[in-house]
């Protein structure tokens, strides 16, 4: 996917005057925030099943090697056969490669944002391959040719008129205007797809290292027939997606729907092991599973290694107050929101997506109820402190901090050069107590005044109220 | 050098010595469980709320002879095909008595109802846990507009925990597809709102065997 973060604040102003998308952003906050709200509340021990969700992400990611290796050994053995790619352009070659050797003519794809990463779809189609993506809310971003603005719900951003206008224009079918009947038609249409696709491409929400084993969360049932109907099976997954056994899967697996959607499970979960077995009358006779790497294996060892827990819930995104204003599509790559202001900075270079990290109120609301618990603030800090040691940041805001970092260690410099500003501003905020503008912080006062401060300043509150 | 070998050569870098490879083999040994969510002791009946919870239907019959009545009575209700395919376990029960016309073998896109089995159910979730096989082909389950599941009271157990135990016991070997199924299929794509029948069955019965 083209990456566009270079451009957040420009999309980001389009997206705060689109007040359909505004529409579509206010609906979304109130349904997954509340839906996850009530379903950790139904169960008591969901904090203990956090932690253990951190311990289990940890394990591999302290043992990664081992629990690929073992991975590998054992899905080959099951029939699968496991391709390695180091960037994302490989993994589409390797794909390409798979579907070539096959005689594929078209394919069926469930939803995966590792092949939103390798621009799989586009890279098939120029080797004449026909990708079909049913996932209802994929099927939709194809047909309107956009990217997906959620990692979960990835057309949140449509609504049922544009929906409805779409489905009309490509399917050529009387306009249906209500709901149920848009997810019959998009049901009859790509149902034949099904049936006579030669290949499936899935993503992976866990591979299971003890069975080398895929293992799928989905609801509406188009996982499973992408995996089970066609003769050749391609699975593709970032390399952390490992997990070590079938009884983590199952801590994992109550973590994960209830973080995204609230529900206490999805629909399907499927564990898929290697190819149709001897006597089996159905399921794929080819499996292949491509590990993908793109720049995870570089986090490893480092300040930002907890972002590779990362399970792809969505809730950062749900509950963060930046992308509740401004939707997915301003972040400008293929994760929104804090897990993907930390992750695009480090997948596409750091240099194409400055504002990402700072495009945060740090309230810390992503941290909170981040189901594997990823600090992801302060691996925004961490992001930020690297901008500023590859001078990434303007000379002003340089200049700025140094200048704070001089005062801060100074405590009488400091006590006395705070006494002087906040007097200083309460004088100028005049008897309204309110400041219009800020000299060299216009941005701060263009859209809104700033209270003045009343004149003390807490050091000085504070050390009054120690004498009394 | 491969692919392979530079990625677990980063890999093994980034470890710097930290992590112990020999812990890995120990670990998929032991499989520790994780902390589950208590459960009250009537596990078939916490199975059929949360099944029902999750828009299946649930019945409650007392022996298997009984089965195709449930059957027939739900497909009448729902004014639904009296055809269907099942699993090869299920053929010989009384379908015809009730004028349904059952036929074991693997379903395709012209198939309207699809009666399977079980291999467990979960009462914590109030799922199925579905085991592909030679004669319990995924497609029954997948491809039909109804699918009918046949359980054993049996067969219900506390968590997926659980069902892991009994598979590794019962199997030894992991079948080509482990299927969980909670309720017909849904989507809320389209404006957050649920949907049933998207790309799966549409509706879904559990016919639950036993006291």
């Not at chain 2, 395919?85 to 379903?107: F, G, K, N, R």
């Amino acid at each position: 996917m083209q990456i566009t973060s270079v451009e957040f604040k420009r999309k980001a102003r389009e997206a705060l005057h689109n007040p359909q998308l505004q529409h579509a952003l206010g609906r979304m906050q109130s349904h997954f925030v509340d839906l996850r709200t009530q379903a950790v509340r139904a169960l008591p021990e969901f904090e203990a099943m956090r932690d253990a969700g951190v311990a289990i992400r940890d394990r591999v990611l302290r043992d990664l090697d081992g629990y690929l290796k073992r991975f590998e050994r054992v899905a080959v053995a099951s029939g699968a056969r496991v391709h390695w790619a180091e960037t994302a352009e490989e993994a589409s070659r390797i794909v390409a490669a798979i579907a070539r050797a096959h005689g594929v003519k078209k394919i069926v794809k469930s939803k995966s944002m590792v092949t939103e990463e390798c621009d799989l779809n586009d890279h098939l189609g120029r080797e004449g391959l026909e990708v079909v993506e049913t996932d209802l809310g994929e099927y939709i971003l194809q047909l309107a040719h956009e990217p997906p603005s959620h990692i979960v719900a990835p057309v949140m951003h449509k609504n049922l008129d544009e929906i409805a206008t779409l489905f009309e224009k490509k399917h050529r079918r009387p306009r249906q205007d209500d709901i149920a009947a848009l997810v019959n038609e998009a049901r009859e249409v790509l149902r034949p797809h099904f049936l006579d696709a030669d290949m499936g491409i899935s993503g992976a929400n866990f591979l299971i290292a003890e069975t080398g084993s895929v293992m799928l969360f989905t609801n509406e049932g188009n996982g499973r027939l992408v995996t089970t109907l066609p003769r050749v099976h391609v699975a593709i997954a970032g390399i952390e997606k490992i997990v070590p056994t079938l009884e983590d899967a199952a801590t994992l697996a109550r973590l994960l729907p209830r973080s995204a959607t609230g529900q206490p499970i999805t629909n399907y979960v499927s564990l898929l092991t290697g190819t149709r077995r001897q006597d089996d009358r159905d399921g794929p006779e080819h499996m292949h599973i491509v590990l993908l790497d793109n720049g995870r294996s570089r986090l490893l060892g480092t300040a930002l290694e907890p972002m590779l827990r990362c399970i792809r819930c969505g809730a950062c995104m749900n509950h963060c107050p930046v992308y509740q204003n401004i939707g997915g599509h301003a972040y400008g790559w293929v994760y929104p929101g804090p897990m993907g202001a930390v992750l695009t900075p480090l997948f596409a270079g750091i240099e194409n997506a400055v504002h990402l990290p700072n495009a945060s109120t740090f309230c810390g609301a992503c941290v909170a109820v981040c189901p594997v618990k990823i600090p992801l603030t302060d691996l925004m800090r961490e992001l930020r402190s690297r901008q500023l040691a590859q001078g990434l940041r303007s000379w002003s805001e340089r200049w700025v901090l140094r200048a704070w970092a001089w005062m801060a260690r100074r405590p009488a410099v400091y006590a006395w050069s705070t006494r002087v500003a906040v007097r200083l501003l309460a004088w100028l905020g005049g008897r309204s107590r309110r400041l219009r503008h800020l000299p060299g912080l216009g941005e701060w006062t263009r859209g809104r005044d700033m209270p003045a401060p009343a004149g003390r300043t807490f050091r000085e509150l504070y050390k009054k109220r120690r004498v009394t | 050098m491969s692919a392979r070998e530079r990625i677990l050569e980063r890999v093994v870098a980034a470890r710097a010595g930290a992590g112990d490879p020999s812990t890995v083999e120990k670990y998929l040994q032991q499989h520790p469980r994780g902390p589950a969510p208590s459960l009250g002791p009537d596990l078939a009946q916490q199975f059929c709320e949360r099944a029902t919870q999750l828009a299946s239907e649930v019945v409650r019959v007392v022996a298997i002879s009984d089965v195709p009545i449930a059957v027939a009575r739900y497909l009448e209700s729902n004014k639904l095909s009296r055809r269907a395919v099942c699993w090869p376990e299920l053929v010989a029960l009384p379908w015809h008595a009730q004028h349904l016309e059952v036929e074991a073998c693997i379903a395709t896109g012209n198939d309207l109802v699809g009666i399977t089995g079980a291999f467990a159910g979960i009462a914590e979730t109030g799922t199925l846990m579905l085991l592909s096989g030679a004669n319990t082909p995924a497609t029954v389950s997948l491809l039909p507009e109804t699918h009918i599941a046949v359980v054993q009271v049996g067969c219900i157990v506390a968590t997926m925990e659980d069902v892991w135990a009994r598979m590794r016991a019962q199997w030894g070997a992991i079948p080509r597809a482990v299927n969980f199924v909670s309720g017909p299929s849904r989507t809320a794509d389209v404006e957050q709102t649920v949907t049933l029948g998207a790309h799966g069955p549409r509706r879904a019965l559990i016919v639950l065997v036993g006291d």
